[in-house]
């Protein structure tokens, strides 16, 4: 299995973050009153229209369809309450050339049902959480826990924080 990393760093007073990926790439979050950045939840129909964008054009290259232009747009719709979840993204693949149909509705099959693992993460729901945390004082001591665990395959005896001093 690969492992992803990525980690956000506080940024001032504000809700502002610099976040990184394990490649080394930044990216600036932050809320809408100091809007230096994307909103996090944005992040999710991105990722969604970023990983079936590179699925659907590889596939249709490699088909050698001619494709000029081409964008995909996600819109994503949250429940108005917290923790205002996605309940549906729609994805539109734009595409402009001299593209056969079947060619590239095939693509975007592929891309939704065996390539693209935002959509498949998104879809399938079977992706576990764990929360944690390390805390370091300024005396030089430090502790750590689990939280808890949420998903389908959560073991809920292992809720409980547990915290361990050194």
Do not use: W
Request: glycine share 10%.
């Amino acid at each position: 299995m690969a492992t992803k990393t990525a980690s956000v760093t506080l940024d001032g007073d504000g809700l502002r973050f610099v976040g990184k990926v394990g490649s080394g790439h930044a990216i600036v979050l932050d809320d809408g009153s100091g809007d230096t950045g994307a909103r996090p939840a944005e992040l999710v129909p991105l990722a969604l229209a970023g990983c079936t964008a590179m699925d659907v054009i590889s596939i249709l290259r490699k088909k050698r369809q001619t494709v000029t232009r081409y964008e995909v747009r996600a819109t994503g719709i949250q429940a108005d309450d917290h923790p205002n979840e996605y309940r549906r993204i729609d994805v539109v693949h734009v595409v402009e050339g001299d593209v056969e149909i079947a060619a590239l509705a095939r693509a975007i099959e592929l891309s939704a049902t065996k390539y693209c693992s935002v959509g498949s993460t998104l879809s399938t729901g079977v992706t576990e959480i764990h929360h944690a945390y390390q805390l370091r004082t300024p005396s030089g001591g430090e502790a750590t826990g689990v939280v808890l665990v949420m998903g389908p395959h959560a073991d809920l005896h292992a809720q409980e924080p547990v915290a361990t001093a050194s």
